[in-house]
């Protein structure tokens, strides 16, 4: 039997950086078993150049992105979310919409790559590095046995993937 995809909606203040990164490394890692989209509480409206010539650098899909706002998410016919991770520390303390079907949240926050000054070298070493870390925190998302787990261990461990 194969397990169904789980949805996991990634959600930083701006959506033009972090999240869209995060979208694109779980949407090439996870392709199987998840679907991943991305949102934020205050969208810049455009997608930082930097993360997608980033997720090109990883061979990752680089076109089809959007800065779109959360409420997307929160309206009748959106897609369910089965995850909800804030991968910004705004967007942590920010109160955010109730999503349908208690989605498990988690808090994965790490620094704005896109507020990094200096050569372009230092930005792009910037971006790599945010999607090295959520390229890890999504390799252990993929490891855990979701099929197997209880709602309250899935949540538990989702939220401690922000810590490493």
Request: with cysteine; aromatic share 8%; hydrophobic share 40%.
């Amino acid at each position: 039997m194969t397990e169904r995809k789980h949805n996991v909606l990634f959600i930083c203040t701006g959506n033009s950086a972090r999240s869209i990164l995060a979208e694109g490394i779980l949407d090439e890692l996870g392709f199987d078993r998840f679907t991943a989209y991305s949102a934020g509480s205050q969208p810049k409206g455009t997608v930082n150049p930097l993360a997608l010539s980033t997720l090109r650098h990883l061979h990752y899909r680089d076109t089809g992105y959007r800065s779109k706002s959360w409420a997307e998410y929160a309206t009748d016919g959106a897609p369910h979310m089965d995850f909800v991770i804030t991968v910004c520390d705004q967007a942590a303390g920010e109160v955010c919409p109730v999503w349908p079907g208690q989605p498990i949240t988690a808090h994965w926050g790490l620094p704005d790559p896109a507020a990094v000054e200096g050569s372009d070298d230092t930005r792009h070493r910037a971006f790599m590095d945010a999607a090295v870390t959520l390229k890890r925190r999504i390799e252990f998302l993929l490891s855990l046995p979701l099929a197997k787990l209880e709602t309250l261990a899935i949540q538990r461990e989702v939220r401690d993937i922000g810590a490493r």
